[in-house]
C-alpha cells in the first residue's frame, strides 16, 4: 500500500515561511495530479493548490500570491512553499496523488496522514 509522507509543518509566526514536502513510500508508475488540502478546526476541509502532470496550477483564492505548489512526476513528489503566512492560514495540511500503480491498476487518489501548521499572530 503507497504511503504519502508528509513533513515541513511547524509553528511559524505571521510573516513568516515553511515548506511543506510529500513523498510516496514506493513509485507511482502514472500521476495525473497532485495537490493539498487544509481543514482548519470545525471547518471543512479545502483545496489550497493542485497541479497537473503538465505543470497547470490552480489555488484557493485566499492563498493566491503567497503559496507556490510544485511536483517531480519522477520522484512522486509534491511541495508547498507558504509565504506571508497569516493566522488564518493554521490548519492541518493534506497532500495528495492522483495516480495508478501500474498500467494493471486503476486510477486512485492517495492521501497524506496531515501535518500542522499553526501561525501565530
Known amino acids: 500500500q503507497v504511503q504519502l509522507v508528509e513533513s515541513g509543518g511547524g509553528l511559524v509566526q505571521a510573516g513568516g515561511s515553511l515548506r511543506l514536502s510529500c513523498a510516496a513510500s514506493e513509485s507511482i508508475f502514472s500521476i495525473n495530479a497532485m495537490g493539498w488540502y487544509r481543514q482548519a478546526p470545525g471547518k471543512q476541509r479545502e483545496l489550497v493548490a493542485g497541479?497537473?502532470?503538465?505543470?497547470?496550477?490552480n489555488y484557493a483564492d485566499s492563498v493566491k500570491g503567497r503559496f507556490t505548489i510544485s511536483g517531480d512526476n519522477a520522484k512522486s513528489t509534491v511541495y508547498l512553499q507558504m509565504n506571508n503566512l497569516k493566522p488564518e492560514d493554521t490548519a492541518v495540511y493534506y497532500c495528495?496523488?492522483?495516480?495508478?500503480?501500474?498500467?494493471?491498476?486503476?486510477?486512485?487518489?492517495?492521501w497524506g496522514q496531515g501535518t500542522q501548521v499553526t501561525v501565530s499572530s
Open positions: 495528495t496523488v492522483d495516480g495508478r500503480l501500474s498500467v494493471l491498476t486503476g486510477t486512485r487518489r492517495y
Open positions: 497541479i497537473t502532470s503538465g505543470g497547470s496550477t
